[in-house]
């Protein structure tokens, strides 16, 4: 059983930037994907940004030139750096890890790490 701990949450003015950061208790290396999903309140969870082990990253529309997701395999890490920060970004932001490339499932979930963005 793999953990998932994130941190780098809090709260931000409109325009500025947060680290995101989820520490695994295993290694990551094994994983087919990582990825950072948000879920804010009456809406559904969605994917933020993910990376994978053949070094692919792929990102929401939404998020795109803002957020940067990167991973390190020998720390067993993967981080969201998010810039220029807009109220809409305001959720709770998850981690999770997939194990197979054959499924779209993510098999690992972190307990979540609230960003609020102030206007």
């Known amino acids: 059983q793999v953990k998932l701990v994130e941190s780098g949450g809090g709260l931000v003015q409109a325009g500025g930037s947060l680290r995101l950061s989820c520490a695994a208790s295993g290694s990551i290396a094994n994983f087919n994907a990582m990825g950072w999903f948000r879920q804010a309140p009456g809406k559904q969870r969605e994917l933020v940004a993910r990376t994978t082990n053949s070094g692919r990253t792929n990102y929401a529309d939404f998020v795109k030139g803002r957020f940067t997701i990167t991973r390190d395999n020998a720390k067993n890490t993967v981080d969201l750096q998010m810039n220029s920060l807009t109220p809409e970004d305001t959720a709770v932001y998850y981690c999770?890890?997939?194990?197979?490339?054959?499924?779209?499932?993510?098999?690992?979930w972190g307990q979540g790490t609230q960003v609020t963005v102030s206007s």
């Open positions: 999770a890890a997939k194990i197979s490339r054959l499924s779209t499932q993510y098999n690992y």
